[in-house]
């Protein structure tokens, strides 16, 4: 597990459904990157995956109360 480049989350994001620019890219990566680092050592181990395609929706959506 490896920290997605911006180069990398365009096309996941484009599959998705949800396509970026490369600011917005960039933007995910740096958001993104830290939570890498953090799991880089015991990735393989746990049922998680980090999809950074759908940063964006999460980022937008609205919590209903």
Do not use: C, H, W
């Not at 970026?20 to 015991?42: E, K």
């Amino acid at each position: 597990m490896t920290r997605p480049t911006p180069k990398e989350i365009k096309p996941m994001a484009q599959i998705a459904g949800v396509p970026v620019d490369d600011d917005i890219a960039t933007r995910i990566s740096n958001s993104i990157g830290p939570a890498f680092d953090g799991f880089a050592a015991i990735a393989g181990t746990l049922p998680f995956d980090l999809e950074p395609a759908l940063y964006p929706i999460a980022q937008t959506q609205k919590v209903s109360k």
